[in-house]
């Protein structure tokens, strides 16, 4: 526990002398600042022409300077903008000067999507926090985007807002009106306000100009920070309405085998609804009754081989909201670790965990839910005016159970996921102007596990914790850092599997600082991070030091992959932003890490070298290398002794066409290859065109390859009841073909279809069992073993003579075995969204899904995407219509 105590002495020894020790400061290159014009008549007609009377009289803001192509210049077109507001609404009229106007480039997509339009931002810091700011977009087809920025530098691009905007496209260039209603924004009333402000317009014909008007350079640090002001709102309330979204949704499930039979339809209507209300205070209350999703596209397919579960993203509008504020990360960059968190909302409504089970009679038929329903969700969000930002959630999930049908008519039914509560707190105070923040996180998950049979679940679970980060004054420094706890308890079963969980193993018999205690009935351990950094712009620099216990256990509502781990980092990173004689800017980026166990056991030392570039047609190329010494392998046994890793190297290149043309396309590929002979290669076109402003096509598709030496099979038994680690040669093929097609009919009304083929093969042969786990030397690490000794039947089992052939007694696996097999997967969705009013919408979904397995190997993309295709699928069709009601 050392590392943990170190790690503890810094964490607090730090945060007073940080706090203390610098003064306040803006610190923007330059901060220029608008008033506001007060209404005191009739409101400003939103029709994007700029007619109204007050956009002719009131004193523009221009002078906007370039980010992007080149840095500080003056921008190619001019942009002005003025600033209106009354007791509602606050509003922007933003004129963008054009000398073509006819190349003026609006692509009508869905909203919030991306597209090398003509784009113009504006962006409020309504709480002045130098920290959070809301953002509206329009491009000159009319299309909204609207995001969060929080912690100055991050955004949250799935938060969306209710608000009012026009584009209109005229002989001098064209011009945006923005009606941000005050309810939209979170603040404090006062009789006097300033906010930050920032308009900046996005220019793709001139090299993807970004032209701002209040303008800070790339060798300056930070976002929300460097915001000019908006003065001379007086009188303005922070308006407290009710929302109400009530929603009714019909569905209809059936198999292709029955699609003629429509009284065997699966249908069902339900009703729920949202609640979302402000208070005075700056919090938001949202709240969701028997919440439907049905309309959120699914998951990518994947077939995972590995111990560790696999990071999806958060897609439901529920957990989206107030996102940033409850997040409390123990991570860092973009590797393994980047995901670690206290908060993981997909917890929420998971997969249950349990399975069906049969009373011994012959089934024909199981229903159980893919999903658990949630019963109710609410949460407080929101940052006070002293800089306290809050976040309050609670949420409760219904017990689910699997209902088996058996050939004679009779059913039975089990538990496959207990009724639980989760509960959760965060809290996070600014200092110095948002420049130092100081929070805290509690967590809290409660089954009910009483009559279920499913005490093998832990039936509580704590997490908690403080993080503090910290920058300096001129923003060129900066500390993040955090300290976390967790602590379970449940059943001896409950916590035993905890404890011989892959995530830390504690049955390792060589690990000297794990051991198991079957007797327990609670588990506690600690996690937490350290990091410095240095941004400036050009040179960037961090280093840090992430640690988990091997007790540490969040999955309950929190997300990690694997604990008992120290990890050591390093990186360093140049960007040149500078247009050249090749290159509109370019970056490179050096990394060294060292990993070790809680127990000083090596995992490895490793660094890689990459970079990216943007060359002067628009093209971007990039690229690395990775290496990583051999070291110990916690996990490969499956419970076993730490195994010897080997040395490895991989490489990467990419390149990309001009996303600006109608046809653009994109190239990425990967190469590994470790010193056991183990080789892997990775390829990812892609391709999209737009053969019409409002229609875009992509196919991604994604070819893997894999020859590995030492694949994981069981774990044996023999006569003497000594164990045996048994693996294989290992040929892996992969084929992934994604394809989406996007029709936006108008700004409100859009066809999206999106559709997946994903077919895997695995051949294992040539059976190896470990011989000395500690060799480096592949040949003393394994033994080979003879054809004879070990083969698979046709339901993939494993069977064979005893391992060390001093007989002819049998060995058995006493665990799962990895077999010969070919998986293959077709999922496809077809959703109409209309938008028939704002904040009220219209959803048609028909989704369809298919997948077939079976314990052979071969790889035939063509020959499985065909039986795909001829598969009775499942198919859901619903209509889900929601209507925003506010009082």
């Not at 956009?55 to 001019?78: C, I, V």
């Not at 360093?572 to 980026?589: A, Q, S, T």
């Not at 969705?829 to 028909?846: D, F, K, P």
Request: hydrophobic share 35%; net charge negative.
């Amino acid at each position: 526990m050392k590392h943990m105590r170190l790690l503890t002495l810094l964490f607090c020894g730090i945060i007073p002398i940080a706090i203390i020790g610098s003064p306040q400061l803006k610190g923007s290159s330059q901060e220029r600042s608008i008033s506001a014009f007060r209404l005191n008549g009739t409101p400003i007609e939103i029709d994007g022409k700029l007619h109204d009377k007050v956009w002719q009289e009131l004193p523009r803001q221009s002078d906007f300077l370039q980010r992007n192509p080149d840095d500080g210049s003056k921008a190619t077109q001019r942009t002005e903008f003025a600033v209106a507001y009354d007791s509602e609404f606050l509003y922007i009229g933003i004129r963008a000067y054009d000398d073509q106007p006819e190349l003026i480039d609006g692509i009508l997509t869905r909203r919030d999507e991306s597209s090398p339009s003509d784009w113009l931002y504006i962006s409020i810091d309504s709480y002045h926090d130098h920290r959070t700011a809301f953002e509206f977009g329009l491009n000159a087809a009319g299309v909204k985007q609207d995001l969060r920025r929080f912690d100055d530098d991050n955004a949250d691009f799935d938060w969306n807002a209710v608000w009012e905007g026009e584009v209109n496209i005229d002989d001098q260039g064209w011009t945006a009106e923005f009606a941000i209603p005050f309810r939209e924004l979170r603040f404090n009333s006062a009789e006097s306000l300033n906010w930050g402000l920032n308009v900046y317009r996005e220019f793709p014909r001139n090299d993807n100009e970004l032209a701002i008007w209040n303008h800070w350079s790339h060798e300056e640090t930070g976002f929300v920070s460097n915001y000019g002001e908006l003065a001379g709102l007086t009188n303005v309330q922070a308006e407290q309405p009710i929302y109400i979204t009530p929603y009714v949704l019909g569905r209809s499930g059936f198999n292709d085998a029955i699609k003629d039979e429509f009284d065997k339809y699966e249908n069902s209507a339900s009703l729920g609804v949202d609640i979302r209300k402000n208070f005075d205070l700056g919090l938001t209350f949202s709240g969701t009754i028997n919440p439907d999703f049905g309309q959120v596209e699914a998951d990518p397919a994947e077939f995972n081989l590995t111990e560790f579960e696999s990071y999806f993203r958060e897609k439901r509008p529920f957990f989206i909201e107030g996102g940033n504020i409850l997040n409390f990360s123990l991570g860092f960059g973009d590797g393994d670790n980047s995901s670690n968190t206290l908060f993981y909302s997909r917890r929420i409504g998971r997969a249950p965990q349990g399975g069906a089970e049969s009373d011994g009679g012959t089934i024909i038929a199981v229903d159980a839910p893919e999903f658990t329903r949630i019963l109710a969700a609410g949460k407080f969000t929101g940052k006070l005016d002293n800089g306290l930002s809050v976040g309050i959630m609670s949420a409760a999930t219904a017990e689910e159970k699997a209902v088996v049908t058996y050939d004679d008519g009779h059913e039975s039914s089990n538990v496959i996921e207990p009724a639980t509560t989760y509960l959760l707190t965060r809290f996070q105070q600014d200092y110095r102007g948002g420049f130092t923040t100081l929070g805290g996180i509690f967590t809290a998950t409660l089954r009910s596990l009483d009559d279920t049979n499913m005490d093998w679940l832990r039936e509580k679970a704590f997490t908690g914790g403080f993080d503090f980060n910290h920058q300096s004054s001129d923003r060129v420094y900066s500390i993040e850092s955090a300290l976390a706890f967790s602590h379970v308890m449940g059943s001896e079963d409950a916590i035993l599997r905890t404890q011989l969980h892959p995530a830390r193993y504690f049955q390792r018999p060589d690990a000297k600082h794990l051991s198991v205690d079957s007797s327990a009935t609670s588990l506690s351990g600690l996690g937490g991070k350290f990091i410095v950094g240095k941004s400036d712009g050009k040179l960037n620099m961090f280093g840090g030091v992430l640690a988990t216990s091997p007790g540490l256990e969040v999955n309950d509502l929190g997300f990690m992959r694997s604990v008992d781990n120290i990890n050591e980092f390093m990186w360093v990173g140049y960007r040149h932003w500078e247009p050249g004689d090749f290159f509109l800017n370019y970056n490179i980026n050096l990394n060294q890490w060292a990993n070790w166990t809680f127990g000083g056991e090596s995992k490895g030392v490793g660094g890689n070298v990459n970079g990216h570039a943007t060359l002067k047609n628009n093209w971007g190329i990039g690229g690395g290398i990775n290496f990583n010494t051999g070291g110990i392998v916690p996990f490969h046994l499956h419970g076993g002794p730490s195994i010897r890793g080997s040395k490895n190297v991989n490489g990467w290149a990419n390149i990309s066409t001009d996303w600006r043309q109608k046809m653009s396309a994109g190239l990425n590929g990967n190469y590994f290859y470790s010193w056991d002979e183990v080789h892997s290669f990775n390829m990812s076109p892609s391709f999209t065109w737009r053969p019409k402003k409002n229609v875009s096509l992509s196919l991604g598709p994604n070819f893997q390859f894999m020859d590995d030496t030492w694949a994981w099979i069981t774990t044996m038994e023999d006569t003497s009841n000594q164990h045996h680690y048994i693996f294989s040669g290992l040929k892996l093929a992969q084929t992934t073909m994604t394809f989406r097609a996007d029709v936006t009919l108008s700004t409100t009304l859009s066809l999206q279809a999106y559709a997946q083929a994903f077919i895997m093969g695995a051949d294992y042969f040539d059976f190896r069992r470990v011989d000395d786990h500690t060799q480096e030397d592949f040949s003393r690490r394994f033994q080979e073993l003879p054809d004879h000794l070990l083969s698979f039947d046709g339901n993939g089992a494993l069977s064979g003579v005893d391992i060390d052939q001093d007989g002819i007694a049998d060995y058995s696996p006493i665990s799962s075995v990895y077999s010969d097999f070919n998986y293959s997967e077709l999922t496809s969705n077809v959703v109409l969204r209309w938008e028939y009013s704002t904040g009220s919408v219209m959803y048609l979904v028909w989704s369809r899904g298919a997948s077939a397995y079976d314990l052979s190997w071969r790889f035939n993309p063509g020959e499985d995407l065909g039986s795909l295709l001829n598969l009775e699928a499942d198919n859901i069709f619903l209509i889900k219509v929601n209507k925003l009601l506010h009082f």
